[in-house]
């Protein structure tokens, strides 16, 4: 699976933005689960959010959990993430990536080494 994300850009503490990563996949996309990540300036590639193949289970690092949303639209090949109440810490190039085997746990949703496929990133600037 091929996978394109967009959304990046430059906004102020506070503001929301929505990331999305497109796939396109000669399997069904509904088949995979996918998970977002970021890297920091200086920093080792984060796991920020994630999504089982049905959109029942989510999962979310305790530093963006309230402010951020995994969301899935298996009709448009697309997973979303909203990304509200920005704050400069969160600027980052954020990464989509798809899991073949289709369902993560709490533990593996976070491990980057469970993801098949990734994306190019998407840079996201926060101002103060």
């Known amino acids: 699976v091929q996978l394109q994300a967009s959304g990046g850009g430059l906004v102020q503490a506070g503001g929301s933005l929505r990331l999305s990563c497109a796939a396109s996949?000669?399997?069904?996309?509904?088949?995979?689960?996918l998970g977002w990540f970021r890297q920091r300036p200086g920093k080792e590639r984060d796991f920020v959010a994630a999504?089982?193949?049905?959109?029942?289970?989510?999962y979310y690092a305790d530093s963006v959990k309230g402010r951020f949303t995994v969301s899935r639209d298996n009709a448009k090949n697309t997973v979303y993430l909203r990304m509200n109440s920005l704050k400069p810490e969160d600027t980052a190039v954020y990464y989509c990536?798809?899991?073949?085997?289709?369902?993560?746990?709490?533990?593996?949703?976070?491990?980057?080494?469970?993801?098949?496929?990734w994306g190019q990133g998407t840079l996201v600037t926060v101002s103060s």
């Open positions: 990536a798809a899991d073949s085997y289709g369902v993560l746990d709490s533990d593996s949703a976070r491990n980057d080494n469970e993801y098949d496929y």
């Open positions: 996949s000669g399997r069904t996309f509904n088949s995979y689960a």
């Open positions: 999504i089982n193949w049905s959109g029942s289970d989510t």
